[in-house]
């Protein structure tokens, strides 16, 4: 097995750059940890040369794909019994207030968004959203309602540092449906249950020591050797 | 009796030849005795209600199209374009690396990373393939987002233009021709056959006017399928079976009497009075693939 990364990881075990396995013809299977497997970002290539050289790779393109785009992740991972909320994908403000009561989370389906959401608590801050986030109605959004807290955890392997135990949940379901590595979700508590609500890069920064240490021990667990300090 | 849904933007009428052609996809399916609707953006949560989806706006996987494709893909309707095609179709670095692996003839063409954009390496690529070279980004479509660039300076404006969206971008020897030979096909078979002109004085098929956002578009010359060379129809379905069985349009070059593949493009313009001109059949044909 190959650990491609390019977050300084804690393993006792050789971690390749992305720049260099993307020149090598490597055979095998392949784990690759990015904070970022966004579309045609160097996260993304890895796990494409890796399928292009007929190995084995986690994530996949299909999964790194699918997991920045909020009603795949949802339609997804709903299909394999995470929680989710309704949602709609539109560009049309008189059809989600047909839909769905304030305040709702509105997400980007657009190719150059990729970090937040907005919430629109009444009709002008939804017309703002929409034409911000559709990029003047070029684009689509999915909206979802937002009826509890929106909580952000960062997510390695599925694991993550979070307390709240439905989140964990959320989080192992998404891993265990999309087997994204690193990312951060976004979960809506309601009711005394955790929603997944969307899904986006971890940006570097975001990356904590301790993140660095449950991450390097995620792909020790992952690679079947044992973690060493 | 299959229930069609055809995922369409607003611009898909925009021009009245693409939306004859949309009108004829209905006709005909209607005519062999099947549903057909336009879906827009708003109707997505309708797909449930169809058994295949034909999308005809543009498929990018960060576009809504891909969330159509795929959404009606996991819930197992029949989908022209597939979320493969789409994948490998929109993302050239993909697909070149796909002819690379599988022998598919194309224009000699090499990718270059954001981090290995450094003199030395343009000196080299300037080198190996001549000037000018053109350079692509990965998700090029319609003849945009491909440029050709003479020297450095531009080389460098270009590829951080292309560097914005894609951590890697492609390079490719300036091959020029009169016209691309369009070879539409269909689950493995060919559907039509075009030449695309080149404007003239111009070196690719669709050109910006300077200072304006509208396309010059060269001719489009129609041939009957039967007629087109053997050899061009031959590659054309080589470079779409490494990709899978959809609703392809093939662009190859003719150099010296060889074939190259330019590129494989899926969802490909279907306009009246164009690439019908010699096959009328193509219509029936899509649409009994996507009720079968």
Same mark, same amino acid.
Not at chain 1, 206 to 215: G, R
């Given at each position: 097995m190959l650990v491609v990364s390019n977050i300084d990881l804690k393993i006792n075990k050789p971690v390749t750059k992305p720049s260099e396995f993307l020149k090598s013809s490597f055979r095998g299977f392949v784990l690759n940890v990015n904070n970022d497997y966004r579309y045609m970002k160097t996260g993304y290539y890895v796990s494409?040369? $890796?399928?292009v050289l007929g190995d084995e790779v986690v994530p996949t393109t299909e999964n790194a794909l699918d997991a920045y785009r909020p009603p795949i992740l949802l339609t997804r991972t709903a299909k394999n019994g995470a929680p989710i909320m309704p949602f709609i994908v539109t560009d049309s403000v008189r059809q989600i207030m047909a839909e769905f009561a304030f305040p709702v989370a509105v997400f980007p389906v657009n190719p150059f968004s990729f970090n937040g959401f907005r919430t629109a608590e009444n009709r002008t801050a939804l017309y703002r959203a929409v034409k911000s986030l559709s990029m003047n109605y070029r684009y689509a @959004? +999915?909206?979802?309602? *937002?009826?509890?807290?929106?909580? @952000? @955890?960062? +997510?390695?392997?599925?694991? +993550?540092? +979070?307390e709240d135990n439905s989140a964990r $949940?959320?989080? =192992?379901? @998404?891993?265990?449906?999309?087997?994204?590595?690193?990312?951060? *979700?976004?979960?809506? =508590?309601?009711?005394?249950? $955790?929603?997944?609500c969307g899904l986006q890069p971890l940006k570097m920064e975001?990356?904590?020591?301790?993140?660095?240490? *449950?991450?390097s021990k995620m792909v020790s667990r992952f690679s079947g050797k044992g973690w060493s300090d | 009796m299959t229930r069609i849904a055809c995922f369409v933007e607003k611009y898909n009428f925009s021009n009245s030849r693409e939306a004859e052609a949309l009108q004829n996809f209905k006709q005909t399916a209607e005519r062999l005795g099947h549903e057909f609707h336009f879906m827009f953006r708003g109707g997505l949560s309708e797909i449930p209600k169809y058994d295949s989806v034909f999308i005809r706006a543009t498929t990018d996987p960060l576009y809504t199209a891909y969330v159509v494709s795929k959404t009606a893909?996991?819930?197992?309707? !029949? %989908? %022209?374009?597939?979320p493969v095609s789409i994948r490998v179709c929109a993302n050239k670095i993909h697909q070149y690396s796909l002819f690379k692996k599988y022998g598919v003839p194309h224009i000699p063409t090499i990718f270059l990373s954001k981090e290995e954009f450094h003199h030395r390496q343009i000196a080299e690529i300037f080198e190996v393939f001549g000037k000018p070279v %053109?350079? !692509?980004? #990965? /998700?090029?479509?319609?003849?945009? /987002?491909?440029?050709k660039v003479s020297c450095e300076t531009s080389f460098r404006e270009v590829a951080k233009r292309f560097f914005r969206r894609s951590d890697y971008i492609v390079v490719q020897k300036f091959m020029p021709s009169r016209f691309d030979w369009r070879v539409g096909v269909l689950?493995?078979? %060919?559907? /039509?056959?075009? !030449? /695309?002109?080149? #404007?003239k004085g111009k070196w690719k098929h669709g050109v910006k006017k300077r200072g304006k956002p509208s396309f010059i578009w060269g001719r489009t010359v129609t041939l009957k399928r039967n007629n087109a060379p053997h050899r061009l129809k031959e590659t054309a379905l080589k470079a779409c079976n490494i990709i899978g069985k959809g609703l392809y349009g093939v662009d190859i070059k003719e150099i010296n009497g060889d074939y190259v593949v330019v590129e494989v493009n899926d969802n490909p313009s279907i306009y009246k009075g164009q690439e019908d001109l010699r096959d009328k059949d193509i219509y029936e044909k899509i649409i009994r693939f996507l009720s079968e």
């Open positions: 494409l040369h $890796a399928e @959004v +999915c909206v979802q309602p *937002l009826q509890g807290e929106m909580m @952000v @955890v960062k +997510c390695f392997f599925g694991e +993550c540092a +979070c $949940a959320v989080a =192992r379901k @998404v891993y265990e449906t999309l087997k994204i590595p690193v990312c951060k *979700l976004y979960v809506q =508590r309601f009711n005394g249950g $955790a929603y997944l975001e990356i904590t020591p301790s993140d660095v240490d *449950l991450l | 893909w996991e819930l197992g309707l !029949k %989908v %022209v374009d597939d %053109v350079i !692509k980004a #990965p /998700y090029t479509s319609f003849s945009r /987002y491909v440029e689950n493995g078979e %060919v559907l /039509y056959v075009c !030449k /695309y002109m080149m #404007p």
